[in-house]
């Protein structure tokens, strides 16, 4: 080949070079795009067949090497429904194809991005800044377990969660073994309940004014009924018998079922509460109910009082106080969507003006065994092939709510290769100019 065999490598070197220029400017120009995967150029040299002792080194080709595996820095975004990857996977999204009635098309295949910058669209579907719709796993919004298999587009709501009524209230208490109520004197045992309205289920108006004064405020709790109406409910522990030789105390305890002034009634919760000489709830043995609790004529229904274990009990203490240290209700008024955030477990968490948080789907990533066998689309986006293998639903990698990955392109770095590039390819004139001035001599001398 000699002379034309230089020129063919010289050429083949200029066109191998020119395409790593493209993918170096390809990887400049997206220094700044999110999610953005550079791509390296890899040079593969082409021997031609020739004998064992005239082999020559042969021209060149280039191929691209993608970078898919290789995390880029995360970015704090301060946007709540922004998600970066921090390890291995995809987000899973879909493109839309066309809109009916207002409602986006969607197609039917699956593709995969890094890209993470997910907000609300006018639909209220999470899109990137590529057009991609988000997929992910919807949840039961009462067991909080994935609804199915399948990945489906995520679309946020804005519905109104319905008011639930409150059904049980968790109730810790330490009472006092003698309780400073307002009938207190010297005289022995005063500190107790008046006799003749112990054990009455309900204290009429007129006895109202005697069982405030001998008994101690239990704290005060709002619960809801149905409709999500908040009811105030006041309760107070009145001590019915009192042993000082180490034996068994009682107490009884009472909500405020009607707070009307001049109409002031008290209902009494369960039976009678007693402890035994080391303070210790002895009775009753399993959670009492307030059957039918009504306040000024709202109805909330039975409602379960939770003592928890060990979470009732007497001390003896100075003051004469009830120490309420929980007093918390289920249930709850309706609400509006508040605003979206992701847990660290990849989950959208949607927060309401009631104060409830509810888990609306489980974010879903893709696997693959082979990232790099993966083909580059539009807007950082993959598809899968062959070399790729399919997906794994449930990616090994973490995701950042609040958060972006930034392009993996080191700037110096593309830069140095630009300059090395820029070398070889003018290395590569230089064996043309010389191969054409070979040929020229060759030419002259035949003249």
């Known amino acids: 080949m000699g002379i034309f065999g230089a020129l063919t490598t010289a050429v083949s070197g200029l066109s191998a070079q020119s395409y790593a220029l493209e993918n170096i400017s390809g990887n400049i120009a997206n220094s700044q795009t999110t999610g953005f995967k550079r791509v390296e150029t890899s040079f593969v040299d082409l021997i031609p067949d020739n004998s064992l002792n005239r082999q020559v080194a042969g021209s060149v080709n280039s191929y691209s090497r993608t970078t898919n595996t290789i995390q880029g820095q995360l970015q704090s975004t301060g946007l709540s429904t ?20 207002g409602e986006p098309v969607l197609s039917g295949i699956n593709y995969y991005t890094r890209r993470g910058d997910f907000a609300p669209n006018a639909q209220g579907y999470l899109v990137n800044g590529s057009g991609y719709y988000l997929e992910g796993l919807p949840l039961d919004r009462s067991t909080g377990n994935p609804v199915g298999s399948t990945p489906s587009p995520v679309r946020l709501s804005s519905d109104v969660v319905p008011a639930s009524a409150t059904t049980r209230i968790s109730y810790h208490a330490s009472l006092p073994t003698t309780p400073a109520t307002a009938s207190a004197t010297t005289t022995a045992g ?19 004014a005697t069982f405030v004064k001998t008994s101690i405020s239990g704290g005060s709790v709002t619960n809801y009924d149905a409709q999500g109406r908040e009811v105030n409910v006041q309760m107070r522990w009145a001590k019915t018998d009192s042993t000082t030789s ?7 305890l009472y909500y405020q079922s009607n707070s009307t002034t001049g109409a002031e009634t008290w209902t009494r919760i369960g039976g009678n509460f007693t402890f035994d000489g080391a303070g210790k709830l002895t009775s009753p043995t399993a959670n009492p109910t307030i059957t039918g609790l009504n306040v000024n004529g709202v109805t909330v229904g039975d409602v379960e009082l939770d ?45 309401y003006s009631n104060g409830q948080s509810v888990d609306l789907y489980q974010v879903a990533l893709a696997n693959f065994a082979n990232d ?17 293998g399919t997906p794994l639903i449930g990616g090994s990698g973490k995701i950042v709510g609040g958060s972006v990955e930034a ?31 070979m040929l020229q001599e060759t030419i002259n001398m035949i003249r």
């Open 407 to 437: 392009s993996n392109v080191d700037i110096s770095d593309e830069f140095t290769k630009m300059i090395v590039t820029q070398q070889a390819y003018a290395a590569n004139t230089r064996i043309v100019t010389t191969a054409n001035s």
């Open 82 to 101: 922004n998600m970066a990857i921090s390890g291995e996977g995809y987000f899973i999204v879909k493109q839309q194809t066309g809109s009916t009635d």
């Open 246 to 252: 180490g034996g068994t105390d009682t107490w009884s």
């Open 372 to 388: 790099d066998g993966l083909k580059r689309l539009d807007g950082g986006a993959f598809a899968e092939t062959g070399e790729s």
């Open 190 to 208: 005063s500190e107790l309940m008046d006799s003749a309205l112990i054990g009455q289920a309900t204290i009429p108006t007129a006895d109202a």
């Open 307 to 351: 003592l928890g274990s060990g979470g009732l009990s007497q001390t003896a203490r100075a003051d004469g106080t009830a120490t309420v240290t929980e007093n918390t209700p289920n249930g709850y008024s309706a609400g509006t969507l508040k605003g979206i955030s992701v847990t660290d477990t990849g989950r959208l968490r949607a927060t």
